[in-house]
């Protein structure tokens, strides 16, 4: 028997990841960046939002390609549903967000996955969208986010992973703290 042990290869570069951890550290003013998104109404209910662009490590940068987002509502709401509508792609950020943490971690923890799957429901009550009822809140009552990860790890380290990533999640904090918005039109 041998006391060889294999790496865990979950796809994350956790040595660049420190680099630039340790990079930023020592110039923090690289680490300022600016997100953006641009949307555009196709009519009804139905916008496309492209990402193309950001601002980070002190300069402009750009995506691979450009990413296209459909938002619609559903038909049920005499709409085409010709894409997600917009409170459910706040579960995708989210979920997209804590799995890439979990994965990060893992391989920083040298933790070998094998699968993760993270399903996420947030109830609303949409009498307040709709103006029924001025008390009823616009957006979610809760969110629940529940994970199946089959992991070479206990489920006391599995838990730390979860709880890692929560911690670092930007998603997560955009979500459960409050962030200014400011609406302007442009004339």
Known sequence: MSDVQVAANNGVNVEALLGAREALTEA????????????????GTHTQSNVEGFFGLGEEQNHVREFSYDTDHPEIFASEDKGSTPVEFVLVGLAGCL???????????????NSVKATIEAP??????????????????????????????TEEEIAALVAQSQKRSAVFDIITNPTNVNVEVNK
């Open 99 to 113: 799995t890439a943490g979990i994965a990060a971690v893992a391989q920083n923890r040298n933790i070998q996955l």
């Open 124 to 153: 609303m009550d949409i009498q307040g969208i709709l103006g029924i009822d001025g008390d009823v809140r616009n957006g979610f009552d809760s969110i629940t986010v529940k994970y199946d990860i089959d992991a070479d790890a």
């Open 28 to 43: 923090p003013e690289a680490a300022k960046f600016v997100w953006r998104a641009e949307s555009e109404w196709k009519g």
